[in-house]
């Protein structure tokens, strides 16, 4: 898959996961953020936006919210054999769910998929591969202010060459 191909589908998932329920800005369901992250690659990115759809679901007394959430996220590259590298990127797809665990801390999971990208480039040997791979995570926010927080992400992505597990920290917004 080219690389405007995998620009189209980020732009597709992230419509789609925007556009999931017909009311938006009413509660602050709307959130995006970016983040950095340590992976067994490198240094990576982070940039997400969700929708919180449902968020009258009790659960032992505890409210919780289900949503889908649109990820990209680039793995950075790692360095392997005689000078060459590694890269892999991923644009994912999930469905979030989140319980508050302490006043203004949220913890929750993710299910989903990704398109995956990785590249080997070597002095012998250079492909790119793409395709659709499961996106499992967790994580813990917390809300600094009503409509600013961090948080922090555990993932696992499964990529085209290596997977990766990705621990990041993000700053997010609801709208």
Sequence with gaps: MKASKFVGSAVIMSALALLAAPSFADRGDIYGGVGIGKNSFDGGVRVFGGYT???QFRLADKKVDVGVEATYIDLGSTAFGNGGT???KNLGATAVGSVEVL???RVFARVGFG?????IT???WNETK???VPVVGVGASYALIKNLGVRADIERLTGMFEGATSFSVSVFARF
């Excluded at 398109?115 to 590249?119: D, E, F, K, S």
């Design 122 to 124: 070597s002095p012998v």
């Design 130 to 132: 793409t395709g659709m």
């Design 53 to 55: 759809i449902y968020d």
């Design 115 to 119: 398109q995956a990208q990785g590249t």
């Design 103 to 105: 006043k203004d801390t």
């Design 86 to 88: 590694v890269t892999e």
